[in-house]
């Protein structure tokens, strides 16, 4: 089931999430009859030094949507996707360099001390080097193992429903893209709601 739902920015801080993710589960349970054990956010376009904005301030506004469901606490996990970095992985080969194959990880030696992070290589490159998406996790009340991170991150960057293989970034997150430049750019108002269950932004 795909729900989609409008939240408004201000400086670059998320707001309206309370609601927004009310809503969603509201939806989940008109199909599923039953609220969701486990949620997993992939929040995109956060620089580094916005990072304890995320868990401070937009996290606990998630968490307190909770509060509207009757002894509901979920387990969450949240990642900050991060596409515009510098960080750039080649794989030696016996007498040049060249690009590693989708799938690739590197979750030691360059990443973080303060958090929890991981680059992941999902997509095949076909000219010049391959730039990695960098992921932070910034909640993780679920108590993923960094490898179940990275194994959903992976398997959600085959999702995509336009590209036959790999993207560089989990579908959700692709999907929120599109949909944020057609309604910003196109129809310069909000879509109507019954089409919120329907990928029609593609």
């Known amino acids: 089931m795909n729900l989609f739902y409008f939240i408004f920015f201000r400086d670059g ?4 999430l309370q609601s927004q993710l009310a ?24 620089s580094d030094g916005q990072l304890k904005t995320v868990a401070n301030y937009e996290i606990p506004q ?14 969450m996990v949240v990642f900050v996707v991060q596409k515009k970095i510098s960080t750039n992985l080649y ?3 016996p007498q040049h360099f060249v690009t590693p194959t989708p799938g ?5 030696t360059i990443t973080s001390c303060e958090w929890v992070d991981f680059y992941l290589l999902a997509h095949h490159v076909r000219q010049g080097c391959g730039i990695p998406t960098h992921y932070v996790c910034v909640l993780n009340t679920a108590n993923l193992s960094p490898d179940h ?22 579908a ?3 999907y929120a893209h599109k949909l944020a430049f057609l309604s910003g750019h196109i129809l310069h108002h909000e879509p109507a709601i019954q089409l919120c269950e329907n990928l029609f932004f593609l």
């Open 172 to 174: 959700p997150c692709k």
């Open 23 to 46: 809503a969603t589960s509201t939806s989940w349970v008109q199909v599923n009859h039953c609220l969701p054990e486990k949620i997993v956010v992939y929040r995109d376009g956060v």
């Open 104 to 108: 690739t990880v590197v979750d030691h």
């Open 149 to 170: 991170m990275q194994r959903l991150t992976f398997k959600l960057c085959h999702m995509y429903w336009n590209w036959p293989g790999t993207i560089r970034v989990p």
């Open 13 to 16: 801080v998320l707001l309206l």
């Open 62 to 75: 998630l968490q307190k949507c909770f509060e509207a469901f009757e002894n509901y606490q979920p387990k």
């Open 91 to 93: 794989l030696a080969a």
